[in-house]
Antibody, heavy 121, light 107 residues
Framework: EMQLVESGGGLVKSGGSLRLSCAASGFTFTISNMNWVRQAPGKGLEWVSSISSSSTFIYYADSVKGRFTISRDNAKNLLHLQMNTLRAEDTALYFC??????????????WGQGTLVTVSS | DIQMTQSPSLSASVGDRVNITCRASQSISTSLNWYQQIPGRAPKLLIYSASTLQSGVPSRFSGTGSGTDFTLTISSLQPEDFATYYCQQSYTTLGYTFGQGTKLDIK
């Protein structure tokens, strides 16, 4: 069974750092594009970052560019998100999601349950 | 950036036929996906490429549209369908964008 399990969330002060991880199992991680999507409390979904299967292509939302770094360890089936210079507006539930692309369209076909990041000011 | 616009909420009854709409700020062909989110749960993919039903999703869900205007239709609402629905565009890989979500609640 395909599974994505996030960890690393917690309470951090504004300006601080946090590293999220996502452990993947039940599918071939090494050929999968992976993503982070977040959801602020009571708000909608916001795409944060994407990384291709071999880390060749990496993209960030403007709201996190220069502060967050996505990476992956294909030997350990792990996805990471290093978050620096955190702000109150980064407070959210962070989901790890696998994406699949076909005919010019990419969609998030499997999701973890999320890890909560709270940034206190 | 491509903006996606959805109506914030919709009220309906069990058995109703419901249309949830999503509009893109520019043409995105059929690079449009729909997700369902039940409170406290992760989003679930329903429809991809505007009209293709994801495996395992009930056939009462369907999607139409291309260009800028898209519709998710639930043919006969079931109690478990009351949730928030999001559209998402992937026309540009430089920034996937979600709509703000449409909360479907019981009339």
């Amino acid at each position: 069974e395909m599974q994505l399990v996030e960890s690393g969330g917690g309470l951090v002060k504004s300006g601080g750092s946090l590293r999220l991880s996502c452990a993947a199992s039940g599918f071939t991680f090494t050929i999968s594009n992976m993503n982070w999507v977040r959801q602020a409390p009571g708000k909608g979904l916001e795409w944060v970052s994407s990384i291709s299967s071999s880390s060749t292509f990496i993209y960030y939302a403007d709201s996190v560019k220069g502060r967050f770094t996505i990476s992956r360890d294909n030997a350990k089936n792990l996805l990471h998100l290093q978050m620096n210079t955190l702000r109150a507006e980064d407070t959210a539930l962070y989901f790890c999601a696998r994406s699949y692309c076909t005919s010019g369209n990419c969609y998030f076909d499997d999701w973890g349950q999320g890890t909560l990041v709270t940034v206190s000011s | 950036d491509i903006q996606m616009t959805q109506s914030p909420s919709l009220s309906a009854s069990v058995g109703d036929r419901v249309n949830i709409t999503c509009r893109a700020s520019q043409s995105i062909s059929t690079s449009l996906n729909w997700y369902q989110q039940i409170p406290g749960r992760a989003p679930k993919l329903l429809i991809y490429s505007a009209s293709t039903l994801q495996s395992g999703v009930p056939s009462r869900f369907s999607g139409t549209g291309s260009g800028t205007d898209f519709t998710l239709t639930i043919s006969s609402l079931q109690p478990e369908d009351f949730a928030t629905y999001y559209c998402q565009q992937s026309y540009t890989t430089l920034g996937y964008t979600f709509g703000q979500g449409t909360k479907l609640d019981i009339k």
